[in-house]
């Protein structure tokens, strides 16, 4: 049961860079809103001074330069890191100088757009990995980020807008964060904000108008936004109940429950693995339980194409990412692998595509069906659909 | 749109217009929701109305609270205020007083609360739908705890009653619904509440389970909203928004277990939970009290069952997931290999390929 699969670099050390462990980890609270000029960075802003007015050692390691003007009168008085320049195919591109706040090692951090993908060149991908570096280094971060930014609602939201957003975060990052918080704000006022050029300036405002700033998409990217922020709110819930025992004067306070859920993924070369992995991720977190990934080959990885043994290993780096585990088991019979190495685990569901009608002939396809059902019985077998926008 | 096959019919013309002029004489109703005391609604309120003034509309305080901060008095500064005035000796908002002076948009907050006897309506959310009939717009404020429906839930919470409430419908029938959110802990440093515990821990845990109940009020809220959009521009695609579960049932299925994980479901994700059967003709005897045994499961627990036509079974599923923005539905599978369970498997089948942008979950039985 070996695996070939490489695994994506665990951000680097902060020691490396500060020269000392922390003694903490810093404290993570996510600003969550449902689209650009709902007031995220305001309200985040807003607590920073709130706090450098209690006395509490506050920067701001990164904000957008393109700010509105109230939002950049919130600035004052607040000290500002410098960005960093970083020169790519001839461009200057400024990113949050993260090695430069960690020696200055204030107490909170101010970090805004927490899904923004840094420019390659920088140290790391992305800003949650740059965010995360602080919090290890101690420091407590204030960060913005949309809910359509969220990595198990990209097929939802592509669903909704037809937009397929690159820039996701893993849902085990926003996990992280200590306190999440929605920053609301109603369509039609959001809708009033982009007519008075308070959102977007010029041509910007008609193009926001064909995809996110629909009345309808931002209604349901709004019902996303709560629906996510209450599930974030249950889940801390159930954490401190764990970590805590019930103290006497919670008595109403249920007890906490291990779940027995597993999730088993079967991961193919096809590209909308990728949804499915995120769907089986999605429906484990909720049901409190776990999810596996697992690919089945013959005898030999090597018995698939390049093509597909490539494709393969980008949907099980995928759901690593996700921090879903993944196995890859040998079989002769894709069902009997799949079914025995399921049992093994104790796995109670096991999530599929589809079977692809083009390339699987009807009786073929009813029989690893039929196979798979018979030699499960005692377990759930789910087939997914991709989410797609109608045309 | 534009083409003939769109165009709409002259009487699909007047009732849009019937529904536009209705939509133009009643007020507008937003609502700013909180979990508890001190998350800040009032202050969202009266900055609105502040905002609102300075874009020229006109704009007046009709009710208050009690107890203002001096940050709330700042606000109120720049607001009309409309006073209250006293029956037997306590304060009612002025209705007779509002309407004569008819603004564009009437401040109340606190929406929860009642009127003494001798006083023109019992209630004051029935003043607010009063001021509404009468085209005026309403910005209001409520605390979780005074929500008719959710009052025994908060209770058990907070354990502590309050008398006060407003009925859940009239929330729904609010055009804008804002939580007004904030941490746990957040709301715990500024409430000046007489109830407020000494003992921390116990506090934010509660606040925070009262968060969770708000957040989702407001989803449910903003679903209806969305599924009225929907309607409206005649959408046929549902986005999944909220987990809605089908549940497929047949004679020989285990119903319990299928019920039992798409009640789980349903409660994980604080989704809904459908339960259908296909009419079959030529039931044999054991075959209908099989399936009526199943049925009374749903029943049982209180899930609405309907009956499906059988000319199409994968047909009439499919539809039905449609006009219900289904995204999950349960099947049983048969593993024996008679005629009728062979049947079956190619319902199955035909159901896996149909079900566009759902997941289908078999029960192998």
Not at chain 1, 58 to 83: K, M, N, Q, S, W
Not at chain 1, 158 to 183: F, H, K, L, S
Not at chain 2, 219 to 242: F, H, I, P
């Amino acid at each position: 049961m070996s695996s070939s699969f490489r695994t994506e670099p665990e951000p680097a050390d902060s020691d490396a860079i500060s020269g000392e462990k922390a003694t903490r980890t810093g404290k993570l609270k996510i600003f969550l809103g449902y689209a650009a000029g709902v007031g995220k960075t305001f309200q985040m802003l807003t607590e920073a001074q709130q706090l450098r007015r209690e006395g509490v050692d506050v920067v701001v390691g990164y904000f957008e330069p393109h700010a509105r003007p109230d939002t950049i009168a919130l600035l004052e008085g607040l000290e500002v890191v410098p960005r960093r320049v970083i020169e790519y195919r001839g461009a200057r591109f400024e990113e949050m100088d993260t090695e430069a706040i960690v020696r200055r090692r204030p107490t909170v951090c101010v970090v805004d757009e927490f899904a923004h993908t840094n420019v390659p060149g920088s140290e790391r991908g992305k800003r949650w990995q740059d965010v995360m570096l602080l919090l290890e280094a101690g420091i407590d971060v204030l960060t913005t980020v949309n809910i359509q930014h969220l990595e198990s609602l990209n097929d939802q939201v592509y669903c909704m807008t037809g937009i397929r957003v690159r820039e996701t975060v893993p849902d085990w990052v926003v996990q992280q964060a200590a306190e999440v918080v929605m920053v609301d704000l109603t369509p039609r006022a959001l809708l009033n904000r982009l007519d008075r050029g308070a959102v977007y300036q010029g041509e910007k405002v008609e193009r926001a108008k064909q995809n996110f700033f629909k009345e309808s998409t931002l209604v349901a990217l709004r019902e996303l936004a709560l629906r996510e922020t209450a599930f974030e709110v249950e889940s801390r819930q159930a954490l401190a109940a764990e970590e805590k025992p019930l103290s006497p004067a919670a008595p109403e306070t249920e007890p906490p429950q291990r779940s027995t859920e597993r999730v088993l993924v079967y991961v193919t070369p096809e590209p909308s693995a990728a949804a499915l992995i995120r769907r089986g991720k999605r429906v484990a977190d909720h049901l409190k339980g776990e999810c596996i990934a697992v690919a089945v080959c013959g005898k030999e990885l090597a018995e698939l194409s390049p093509r597909q043994r490539a494709a393969l290993e980008k949907n099980m780096n995928f759901a690593r990412n996700l921090h879903v585990p993944t196995h890859v088991i040998k079989a002769e019979n894709v069902a009997e692998g799949l079914i025995d190495f399921a049992r093994q685990q104790r796995v109670t569901q096991i999530y599929l595509l589809r079977p692809a009608v083009s390339r699987w002939r009807l009786p073929f396809r009813r029989n690893f069906v039929e196979q798979l059902a018979r030699l499960g019985r005692d377990m759930e077998i789910t087939f997914v659909a991709e989410r797609a926008p109608l045309s | 749109m534009g083409t003939p096959a769109t165009r709409p019919t002259p009487e699909q013309l007047l009732r849009q217009v019937e529904a536009q002029e209705e939509y133009a004489q009643t007020g507008r109703l937003k609502v700013f929701l909180g979990y508890a005391s001190g998350v800040g609604k009032s202050y969202q309120m009266l900055d609105e109305g502040r905002r609102r003034r300075e874009r020229g509309q006109d704009v007046v305080v009709g009710a208050i609270q009690p107890e203002i901060s001096p940050e709330l008095m700042k606000l109120l500064a720049h607001l009309e205020i409309i006073p209250l005035k006293m029956i037997e000796g306590n304060p009612v908002m002025d209705v007779d007083a509002i309407l004569r002076r008819h603004p564009q948009v009437c401040l109340v907050d606190g929406l929860a609360y009642d009127n003494p006897y001798g006083s023109r309506n019992a209630h004051r959310w029935q003043d607010v739908e009063q001021l509404l009939a009468a085209g005026i717009s309403v910005i209001t404020t409520i605390n979780l705890q005074y929500v008719d429906e959710r009052r025994a839930q908060v209770e058990t919470i907070r354990g502590k009653r309050v008398n006060v409430s407003v009925p859940e419908a009239f929330l729904r029938s609010a055009d804008e619904i804002v939580v007004v959110d904030a941490p746990a802990e957040f709301p715990l440093a500024r409430s000046h509440e007489p109830d407020a515990q000494p003992n921390a821990a116990t506090q934010q845990h509660k606040l925070s389970q009262l968060r969770e109940i708000a957040l989702l009020l407001a989803a449910d809220v903003v679903d209806r909203q969305l599924e009225s959009y929907l309607e409206r521009n005649g959408a046929t695609q549902s986005w999944g928004t909220q987990e809605r579960i089908l549940v497929c049932i047949s004679p020989k299925v285990n119903a319990e277990r299928m019920i039992r994980r798409a009640q789980l479901v349903r409660d994980r994700f604080h989704g809904e939970l459908f339960v259908v059967y296909v009419g079959e003709e030529n039931l044999s005897a054991e075959d209908q009290s099989a399936l009526e045994r199943n049925l009374e499961i749903a029943r049982r627990e209180g899930i609405p069952v309907e009956l499906l036509d059988a000319e199409d079974t994968v047909e009439e599923i499919i539809g039905f997931a449609h006009r219900h923005g289904i995204t999950q539905i349960f099947i049983g599978h048969s593993l024996s290999g008679s005629w009728r369970a062979r049947l079956t498997k190619t319902t199955v089948d035909r159901l896996i390929r149909a079900a566009e942008g759902m997941d289908v979950k078999l029960f192998p039985h």
